[in-house]
């Protein structure tokens, strides 16, 4: 039986600093979609979405995500 390769790493985007990574988490738990911040990170969704994993944060279902989405445009209009 044959083991699974590990999964691979997008070596050609840089890691972020601690406060940029501190940023990105405190954006992403006050309800910025992941669509935008890969949008302005300029990295691919399942690279961040990996990221955040790693980091410790739990990312938000679909139904979650779309109410976090309707509370933060109402926050920052």
Do not use: C, F, H
Request: hydrophobic share 25%; no cysteine; net charge positive.
């Amino acid at each position: 039986m044959k083991t699974p390769p590990a999964p691979r790493r997008n070596t050609d985007t840089p890691e972020p600093t601690p406060e940029q990574r501190a940023e990105i988490v405190r954006r992403y738990q006050a309800g910025e979609s992941v669509y935008k911040l890969r949008r302005e990170l300029g990295v691919p969704e399942t690279w961040l979405r990996t990221r955040l994993g790693d980091w410790g944060v739990t990312l938000r279902g679909y139904a979650e995500a779309r109410k976090a989405s309707r509370e933060y445009r109402r926050r920052t209009r």
